[in-house]
């Protein structure tokens, strides 16, 4: 006969050990559990997981390559990827010098070379090996990091400046003077021309002709309203949109004048990422998640269909070349409370919540009782072989 199985204390703590490991595999394909990035083609009437391979919790800023769409990066509480087939394979990028979460991601015009924004600075890719630069001071840990039509420039915003790179990273030159706090919590760069640059600063928008070296006010017909975002118009130069109070206001002058598109969205108060609209579709992430509306903001749905539900969705970007192929990003953990942690200088360990810790107390009980078992028995065992040894 075979000789009968037995379950040691070892083996016993190897299979549930396995058993959890498998689990959170599992999980990790679950879209209403989980955060994650996500994409649409079809102006966001249908959405699939852009990563259902690997685990992310927190999908927190996306960069798509003006040169090649397949090539993406993507910004993570737990670090840096790179895609170059759309989503489908990512391969972990500078973890040698980024070490935490990252923040904001951004490639330049020729669609290789790339910036990353981590919790202490600001790195640079020449193509696939990184390297840290010198960081402004008070950008870090960066709020916005946008690139332009330039090859070179690009604007990073953080908690105390807003600077203007034309060396791509190399050198800055500060650009938040005659802006509320000197600093920008939202950027956006006309594609066509570079020098056009229009910021959200103290709750207000603000336009620059000429990168940032002088500001006006534009919000005029807002009565006093504290923008959240705002967001270019890619078919029409002079067009804009921004979301204050989750009521979205649209503009045909470059700001000079807004006006009310539609009714607020129905959940009240809400606090909201971004904004993208594609002909009358449009789309808008919150802290309660992402919603939708099909006719210029008449009526809004909350999209839940093979999204995380209830979870924060704190990333919407649009793909150069298709305006109807947008990237929405949740997160367990919003990318606002991590830049907060970040910048009070909280280590990845604050991110634990009370399951987690529970969760990590009750393996390391389960491993000491293990351990104590096999001991135990091996005590045991030494014990009678020893009495039975011959004198």
């Given at each position: 006969m075979p000789p009968r199985a037995t379950r040691s204390p070892l083996g016993v703590l190897v299979l549930t050990l396995l058993l959890?490991?498998?689990?959170?595999?599992?999980?990790?394909?679950?879209?209403?559990?989980?955060?994650?990035?996500?994409?649409?083609?079809?102006?966001g009437a249908t959405w699939l997981p852009v990563n259902p391979a690997s685990f992310v919790s927190g999908a927190l800023a996306v960069a798509v390559s003006p040169v090649e769409p397949q090539h993406l990066l993507l910004a993570t509480d737990v670090g840096l990827s790179r895609s170059r087939n759309a989503g489908r394979d990512w391969v972990p990028e500078a973890r040698d010098v980024l070490?935490?979460?990252?923040?904001?991601?951004?490639?330049?015009?020729d669609g290789e070379r790339a910036l990353a924004a981590g919790a202490t600075g600001i790195f640079r890719s020449d193509g696939d090996r990184w390297r840290p630069l010198r960081v402004p001071v008070g950008t870090a840990p960066a709020w916005a990091l946008v690139s332009s039509a330039t090859r070179g420039r690009v604007y990073v915003s953080g908690p105390a400046s807003l600077h203007r790179s034309?060396?791509?990273?190399?050198?800055?030159?500060?650009?938040?003077?005659?802006?509320?706090?000197?600093?920008?919590?939202?950027?956006?760069?006309?594609?066509?021309?570079?020098?056009?640059?229009?910021?959200?600063?103290?709750?207000?928008?603000?336009?620059?002709?000429?990168?940032?070296?002088?500001?006006?006010l534009r919000d005029r017909g807002l009565s006093e309203r504290e923008i959240d975002v705002v967001a270019l118009d890619p078919s029409d130069s002079n067009g804009l949109w921004c979301v204050a109070g989750g009521q979205v206001f649209r503009t045909d002058d470059q700001g000079r004048r807004w006006r009310a598109l539609g009714v607020p969205l129905?959940?009240?108060?809400?606090?909201?990422?971004?904004?993208?609209?594609?002909?009358?579709?449009?789309?808008?992430?919150?802290?309660?998640?992402?919603?939708?509306?099909?006719?210029?903001?008449?009526?809004?749905?909350?999209?839940?269909?093979?999204?995380?539900?209830?979870?924060?969705?704190?990333?919407?970007?649009r793909e150069p070349q298709s305006p109807t192929t947008i990237y929405a990003g949740f997160a367990l953990t919003s990318r606002r409370e991590l830049l907060r942690r970040a910048a009070e200088g909280g280590s990845p360990l604050a991110r634990l919540d009370l399951v987690n810790v529970a969760g990590g107390l009750a393996f390391l009980a389960l491993l000491l009782l293990g351990a104590g078992a096999v001991i135990k028995r091996l005590a045991r065992t030494h014990y009678r072989v020893s009495r039975s040894a011959p004198r």
């Open positions: 959890a490991l498998t689990r959170g595999e599992s999980l990790s394909h679950d879209a209403s559990a989980w955060g994650g990035l996500f994409r649409t083609r079809d102006a070490v935490g979460p990252a923040f904001a991601v951004a490639f330049d015009v034309d060396d791509w990273g190399e050198s800055w030159v500060a650009i938040g003077g005659g802006l509320p706090g000197g600093r920008a919590s939202a950027i956006v760069v006309d594609p066509n021309r570079s020098e056009q640059i229009v910021v959200v600063a103290g709750g207000r928008v603000w336009a620059s002709a000429d990168a940032g070296g002088s500001w006006q129905p959940d009240q108060p809400i606090v909201t990422h971004g904004i993208v609209v594609a002909d009358h579709v449009i789309l808008m992430a919150t802290d309660r998640g992402l919603y939708r509306s099909a006719d210029d903001g008449a009526r809004w749905s909350l999209l839940s269909d093979n999204l995380p539900a209830h979870l924060d969705a704190g990333l919407l970007t």
